[in-house]
């Protein structure tokens, strides 16, 4: 009888387990865009043999809230392992990643002997390069979104109203939708191709070629449109170690910890402030305009349909309490955000704000250091970047006399200048930044970065 019970309560156990875990995606269908395709094979996301993975090749998507990830999370990740990004070329005014650039001249070499560790910046993705500047134990990771809600994004950004000449007009997007071949003729594709962002625009991005949207648009054959499709979402599920969503994003952050042996510390992060509303109110337009959407970015869709699917399949296999983890890391990172919103509180007395150890993670402190850190811009990691390659290139200052009228303005800061190769850090950088990093770095004593520091703080 107690066998028989004991059979009885583990077999509703599972029933449990299993009525829950369909439950669990039941709700989701609503994001889940119907299609004949089915599920990729899909990698294991947990780290293997425990050994932490410092390689990340992100090659960044425009508009999909990656620039949070790119600043806050990869590269203040970069910085405090002390690995090599790959950084424009400062010497080059007119250098860039995008679209098509991703060449030698347009970056600096990684210091003698060494080989790059990350890339995150704009480029439009090229596997053969990627491989050739990447070593092979590099991670592959990006970030898309809802086609509608990405159009929304790079609509509102760009200002396509203004572009189109529909500024004046009560629903311009619903107006673009209505005949978008029209309008995208004037988009401005020239020789920044594919700097309009209207049609497939992620894919192409990821590497779609841009001339094979007239293949696949409105009135296109459609087997030839599923074919030509099928076979670029098949490229990126094999190149892409993790695609992110940019509508959950923490649950994808969680899952990149998890791959790479990752903290939670590693993971937290300040939102970048051109990130705005990212679960906001959607675009709301008639269901033929939606379609229209779906035809015209029809790559996109299908792009977001197959890794909407292959992100919930892998959270949905996930162990180890991954949901308790994620409400936590939520938790955690609000938390931080508020702790963070003026590092130099901390030196005005306010004591550091101690995170414990947990299941998921080792405890950390939260202090002026990492709040500083959190905050920093884009612009100021990659000029700090540029400094330390510049320095292992033993390449000589490069100070101009736009650099030395803003130092004579900066005089608190000159106790850095003699250690500089790039001296725009200060325009480039908060001035705790530019000095915590000078001490980080060794180039500047305790007790001259203790006082500094706290002039600085005063003076804020």
């Avoid at 043999?49 to 992100?58: C, D, L, Q, S, T």
């Avoid at 007119?94 to 970056?107: D, K």
């Avoid at 100021?380 to 009228?405: D, Y």
Wanted: hydrophobic share 35%.
């Amino acid at each position: 009888m107690g066998q028989r019970l004991a059979y009885f309560v583990t077999a509703l156990v599972m029933f449990g387990l299993l009525f829950a875990g369909t439950l669990h995606v039941s709700h989701l269908t609503t994001d889940i865009i119907k299609s004949a395709t089915p599920f990729a094979r899909f990698k294991t996301l947990e780290c293997a043999g425990g050994r932490e993975r410092k390689r990340i090749a992100y090659p960044r998507n425009h508009k999909v809230a990656g620039s949070t990830f790119s600043w806050s999370v990869l590269s203040r990740y970069a910085y405090t392992n002390r690995l090599n990004v790959v950084v424009p070329n400062p010497w080059d005014v007119g250098s860039s990643m995008y679209p098509y650039t991703l060449n030698p001249h347009h970056y600096m070499s990684p210091p003698p002997n060494q080989t790059f560790d990350i890339f995150l910046h704009h480029t439009v993705y090229n596997r053969t390069r990627f491989q050739e500047i990447m070593p092979k134990d590099t991670a592959y990771v990006t970030i898309i979104r809802k086609p509608l809600s990405h159009l929304q994004s790079a609509w509102n950004y760009y200002d396509y109203s203004e572009r189109f000449r529909l500024p004046r007009v009560k629903d311009p997007i619903a107006t673009f939708l209505a005949n978008p071949a029209k309008y995208d003729r004037s988009c401005g594709h020239g020789i920044h191709l594919p700097v309009c962002l209207t049609q497939n625009s992620m894919s192409v991005d990821l590497g779609f070629p841009p001339s094979d949207n007239k293949k696949v648009t409105l009135g296109s054959d459609p087997d030839r449109r599923e074919n030509i499709t099928q076979t670029f979402v098949r490229t990126i599920d094999q190149d892409f170690d993790l695609v992110m969503l940019t509508e959950y994003f923490d649950e994808s952050l969680v899952l990149l910890k998890r791959l790479m042996c990752w903290t939670i510390q590693d993971i937290i992060y300040i939102k970048n402030i051109n990130v705005k509303n990212r679960n906001g109110e959607e675009i709301q337009l008639p269901t033929q305009l939606q379609q229209t959407h779906e035809d015209w970015s029809y790559v996109d869709y299908a792009l977001y349909d197959h890794f909407n699917k292959s992100l919930w399949r892998r959270i949905n296999s996930r162990g180890n309490d991954y949901w308790g983890e994620v409400k936590y890391f939520k938790d955690l990172n609000r938390e931080i955000s508020k702790q963070c919103q003026d590092p130099c509180s901390f030196h005005r007395g306010k004591p550091p704000f101690e995170v414990n150890s947990t299941r998921w993670s080792p405890g950390f402190t939260v202090d002026s250091d990492l709040c500083s850190l959190l905050r920093r811009n884009f612009w100021c990691h990659m000029s700090i970047q540029a400094e330390r390659v510049g320095k292992s290139l033993q390449l000589p200052p490069h100070i101009s006399s736009i650099t030395t009228n803003m130092w004579k303005k900066e005089t608190l800061l000159n106790v850095v200048k003699p250690h500089c190769i790039y001296c725009e850090l200060p325009k480039k950088c908060e001035n705790l930044d530019t000095l915590t990093h000078f001490y980080r770095d060794g180039y500047i004593s305790k007790e001259v970065y203790q006082k500094t520091r706290q002039q600085l703080c005063q003076r804020k």
